[in-house]
């Protein structure tokens, strides 16, 4: 059925308005704004904030993990007082059994607070960090005792004066390591193999001693 306004003009199916002079032809259905004040009155929603925090124990045992470095260090600390106890004829013995008791420790402390289960390689490798503090600090120490004892004419000096009064003069053997003492060159070359040697015995032991740690607190889980 063709419609048409009041105007005259012929309208198209379902127009809303006239063409012509813009007459509405039905009622629109009522659409209102909504109230600002509802709006306002609606609690508003903070959007979630995500965070990245760092874990206090990081799975991977190195020097940038800080709690193993502290663990670490604080058993090296322990056996290097353990360590110096006089104990006579067992001093050898004691030492080992220090030195491989750091590395066990370190372990079994940093899986006791972080509840990590370390595997063979990590478990060596926090042994060997506490061996490394432990070779600091007997260097330190070390270091210390030159001082002392420089004013008795050095370390070469009170060498010498053990390995006379402990062998014959006329021992070749002694002979020669004499002569290698009284040059600084000689000297140098037995304290950078002594420091060489010390190195590789104070961080092999605690390592082992990490390695057995964390197979023996893997078999009792």
């Not at 979630?48 to 020097?63: G, M, Q, R, S």
């Not at 056996?79 to 050898?92: C, E, K, N, Q, T």
């Not at 990590?122 to 120490?141: N, P």
């Amino acid at each position: 059925m063709v419609e048409f306004c009041s105007c005259g003009a012929q309208l198209p199916e379902d127009a809303l308005f006239c063409h012509r002079c813009g007459k509405p032809q039905r009622e629109l259905p009522d659409v209102h704004a909504p109230d600002p004040h509802e709006v306002l009155d609606e609690p508003l929603l903070a959007p979630p904030v995500l965070t990245a925090d760092e874990p206090a124990f990081p799975t991977a045992i190195n020097f940038h993990n800080r709690p193993a470095v502290r663990i670490c260090l604080f058993c090296a600390v322990a056996a290097s007082v353990l360590s110096s106890l006089p104990l006579g004829v067992l001093s050898v013995f004691w030492l080992l059994l220090t030195l491989l008791g750091s590395g066990f420790v370190a372990v079994y402390v940093y899986h006791r607070r972080s509840g990590q289960f370390l595997a063979t390689r990590a478990g060596a490798r926090m042994g060997w960090m506490t061996g490394l503090f432990y070779w600091v600090i007997s260097m330190i120490v070390f270091a210390m005792k030159m001082v002392a004892v420089s004013g008795q004419g050095g370390l070469g000096a009170i060498l010498r004066e053990q390995m006379e009064s402990s062998a014959s003069r006329d021992d070749a053997n002694m002979q020669e390591a004499l002569r290698i003492l009284e040059s600084p060159q000689g000297l140098a070359t037995l304290l950078i193999f002594v420091l060489f040697v010390a190195f590789l015995f104070f961080t092999a032991l605690p390592a082992i001693g990490g390695a057995l740690g964390s197979k023996i607190i893997e078999k009792e889980q």
